[in-house]
């Protein structure tokens, strides 16, 4: 699955309503893997990282299978930031890297 962020992407509860479809999406394929172009997003708020890192990646791992995702490096640094902190809750649990291109990013998926 493919995960683009927008730097225009809606509120709050719009983000979660793509990330309850991602979930979805997770649990019906099976596949458990991620591509995630995070290049042009817009940091997380704090309320959003909690709900991720303590709701949707739990669901995600024993609901979805969720196991691997290759990510397209935010270009914004508080952005990454956001977003590496996610991740680090995770460790252990998903198999992640960044990565600067999309043909390195989807090959080491599609290997894992």
Not at 17 to 31: D, F, H, T
Not at 67 to 84: F, Q
């Amino acid at each position: 699955m493919r995960i683009v962020w927008h730097p225009n992407a809606a509120g709050t509860m719009a983000r979660r309503e793509l990330m309850e479809e991602a979930l979805q999406w997770l649990i019906e394929s099976g596949k458990g893997k991620v591509l995630a172009d995070q290049r042009f997003m817009v940091p997380f708020s704090t309320a959003e990282q909690q709900w991720l890192t303590e709701n949707w990646t739990p669901r995600a791992v024993e609901q979805g299978g969720y196991r691997c995702r290759a990510i397209l490096a935010a270009r914004d640094a508080v952005a990454r930031l956001a977003s590496a902190s996610v991740m680090m809750s995770a460790r252990g649990q998903i198999n992640y890297c960044y990565f600067d291109n999309e043909e390195e990013a989807v090959a080491w998926l599609l290997a894992h």
